[in-house]
DNA sequence: CCGCATCCTAGGCGATACTG
DNA sequence: CAGTATCGCCTAGGATGCGG
């Protein structure tokens, strides 16, 4: 035992905080700011409403790379929706017409997810100096 | 269109910066911590020094539900070690004496996982609501 | 004690085709 | 246009056994 053990406590505290169901709030959260598509849709629905196909398509442009699948986009949104970061709203029935935009709750998580993309590249450059010195001894 | 575009260059700005590959620092840090275990790891290691087989048993009994794999253990602090966030180091052949401990730069990033734990901890209400609501219409 | 190799399963994601 | 259903891939992660 290398590390004190004092302070488990607020350590056990802070792990039961993170989740121990795999849908605890803080688990699941962080499991969305860190998957392929949650943060870039985020950060697009940051600037307005928006409706699905022109946000597949403002997805597909900036991200470069290929193009989110409609299942996905629709996934995602959902997930959102139900977690109460995003509003969906229908107006039209055939063809439907359906926008969605950020919550005020929304609108907090995106302020945490650029916060934390804004550290991140701050970091970055230390980040690939020690990437780079771990490949060399390999 | 339903978005003000003014703005686009911003976007796209930001939505570079969460990267394109998807080893780009951002993309790939965010990604660490929302899987299933790194911060948890980063929780541990933040109390000082542990040996492989001490920090399984730790992660074990404070993160209840089911251990991490030795195997899965090893990826994730080669991982994190490679991008410079935590310092492994050996002393002792057979049998071999390993241990972790987090660099300035993974203190920094705990930090980071810390404040955004704490922010959605802090909204976990909100967001259990809005499932339930959600739910509820199903 | 630590790490690697092997095998296996669950889930995230993409592609396509179909309805209202 | 929005959503669903079906399929197939690929990767994260668990279990076990070996070697240094």
């Known amino acids: 035992m290398t590390a004190p053990r004092d302070g488990i406590a607020a350590l ?9 169901e795999r849908d ?3 688990r699941a959260v962080m499991a969305l700011l860190g998957d392929r598509w949650t943060t870039l849709i ?3 629905l940051g600037m307005g409403a928006w409706r699905h196909a ?3 398509r403002v997805l597909a442009q900036l991200s470069a790379e290929q193009a989110i699948s409609q299942r996905v986009l629709t996934l995602k ?4 929706e139900r977690d109460g970061f ?3 709203s229908v107006t039209g029935d055939v063809p439907p017409r359906v926008s ?3 919550t005020a709750l929304g609108q907090g998580l995106l302020a945490q997810a650029q916060g934390l993309i804004g550290w991140i590249q701050e970091q970055s450059g230390p980040i690939r100096a ?3 010195r771990f490949d060399a001894d390999a």
Chains 1, 2 share one sequence.
């Open 130 to 132: 020690a990437r780079a």
């Open 54 to 56: 022109e946000l597949k």
């Open 100 to 102: 969605y935009t950020l």
């Open 12 to 20: 056990a505290a802070q792990m039961a905080a993170h989740g121990t």
């Open 42 to 44: 985020l950060l697009v």
């Open 86 to 88: 995003v509003a969906r």
């Open 24 to 26: 605890a709030p803080v």
């Open 77 to 80: 949104l959902r997930t959102l």
